[in-house]
Antibody, heavy 124, light 110 residues
Framework: QVHLQESGPGLVKPSQTLSLTCTVS??????????WNWIRQPPGKGLEWIGY???????NYNPSLKSRVTISVDTSKNQFSLKLSSVTAADTAVYYC????????????????WGQGTLVTVSS | QSALTQPPSASGTPGQRVTISCSGS????????VNWYQQLPGTAPKLLIY???QRPSGVPDRFSGSKSGTSASLAISGLQSEDEADYYC???????????FGGGTKLTVL
């Protein structure tokens, strides 16, 4: 059973870069069958997809965040990471990592499983 | 403003059947499949329905999904107290070239 776990600082100062890592256990991140995603949820609000990465390193980002987002993968550690630059209070959210099937880009896209999420607060 | 529109709240009594709607457009629901997630209080979302009407292993058959045109619905029959949660619909959006979510529906079991 695949398990995903987010890790990283819970507090980031405005204008700095938010950095999170998702560690995958119980399965290989190098599988050609999946995309690896980041999704966030501001407190009391809905879900927003941030982007995904394939094991090969190819990425796809939400256009609303594309200029500030970088997702990378480290297959040797079975991890993938998120960097979000120039953060503001609006970036305060619970950040989730999640797996999606490789035909996600073909229009049939779901997230399963999800990590437990990590709250990142942007404040000075 | 979410790309998919859901009612903010829904309610029902134990044993009742409730439905939650999700409205989209030709660029998302109209041309791609719909998925539903259940988020219990203080926990991560969990996949409930995928590919419009498929249940992952372990999801009770009390939960069912359907899609017609640019709208979709989640139905919960035999409502139970443990079904009290937030429910989100989602679909790939061809204009965004990525998945979009509904704003979520808070289900209360009275």
């Amino acid at each position: 059973q695949v398990h995903l776990q987010e890790s990283g600082p819970g507090l980031v100062k405005p204008s700095q870069t938010l950095s999170l890592t998702c560690t995958v256990s119980g399965g290989s991140i190098s599988s050609a069958d999946y995309y690896w995603n980041w999704i966030r949820q501001p407190p009391g609000k809905g879900l927003e997809w941030i982007g995904y990465i394939y094991y090969s390193g190819s990425t796809n980002y939400n256009p609303s965040l594309k200029s500030r987002v970088t997702i990378s993968v480290d297959t040797s550690k079975n991890q993938f990471s998120l960097k979000l630059s120039s953060v503001t209070a609006a970036d305060t959210a619970v950040y989730y990592c999640a797996r999606a099937p490789q035909y996600c880009s073909g229009g049939n896209c779901w997230f399963d499983p999800w990590g437990q999420g990590t709250l990142v607060t942007v404040s000075s | 403003q979410s790309a998919l529109t859901q009612p903010p709240s829904a309610s029902g009594t134990p044993g009742q059947r409730v439905t939650i709607s999700c409205s989209g457009s030709s660029s998302n629901i109209g041309s791609n499949t719909v998925n539903w997630y259940q988020q219990l209080p203080g926990t991560a979302p969990k996949l409930l329905i995928y590919s419009n009407n498929q249940r992952p292993s372990g999801v009770p058959d009390r939960f069912s999904g359907s899609k017609s045109g640019t709208s979709a619905s989640l139905a919960i029959s035999g409502l139970q107290s443990e079904d009290e949660a937030d429910y989100y619909c989602a679909a790939w959006d061809d204009s965004l070239n990525g998945p979009v979510f509904g704003g979520g529906t808070k289900l209360t079991v009275l």
